[in-house]
């Protein structure tokens, strides 16, 4: 339980979403637990982990037991971040990491069955399932907090055109360039 093994990209994360004491946060689509653990690791804040899959939560317990983090503020949480009225009790979250389902197309090197497990049309059915995730998110957003849209899928659909059709239906959502840490 001493160490997590992380992807450099997975290892990013927590640190972009500038979390500090006392904040509330959302790890959206959590499992099976590592960006939520890195969080718990950096800061004392109140952490929601949240999944839809009651199996895939099992994992989110299961790393915060092992990495010796049960003492924290985390919750885990079943529920679809696409349906924030059947989990979310209305407060507002400092910060949230929507970190959606997408291909997997940028992990393909680690999982090469992706490539034979996905067809064309599965980009636009992620494509969107992750605008309806990202817009059930947003107003769980409070002002001026951060939410950090990630993806491990390296087609436009999932990226670059998924987050100019969000600020095309969210003119009350500002665009911020990415600044990562010294040494990343």
Known sequence: GAFS?????AQIAAPLLRVEAGQRVLDACAAPGGKTTHLAELTDSELFALDSDEGRLARIR???????LTDRAVHV?????????????????D???ADVPCTASGVVRRHP??????RESDVAGFS???ARILDALWPCLARGGLLLYATCSVFEAENE????????????ALRESLTFPAGA
């Open 5 to 9: 093994v992380q992807d450099l990209g």
């Open 62 to 68: 299961a790393n915060l037991e092992r990495l010796r």
């Open 77 to 93: 949480v079943k529920g679809d971040a696409g349906v924030p009225s059947a989990w979310w009790d209305g407060r507002a979250f």
């Open 95 to 97: 910060r949230i990491l």
């Open 113 to 118: 069955d992706g490539k034979w497990l996905r």
């Open 128 to 130: 969107r399932q992750q």
């Open 161 to 172: 055109g998924q987050m100019s059709a969000f600020l095309a239906r969210h003119a009350d």
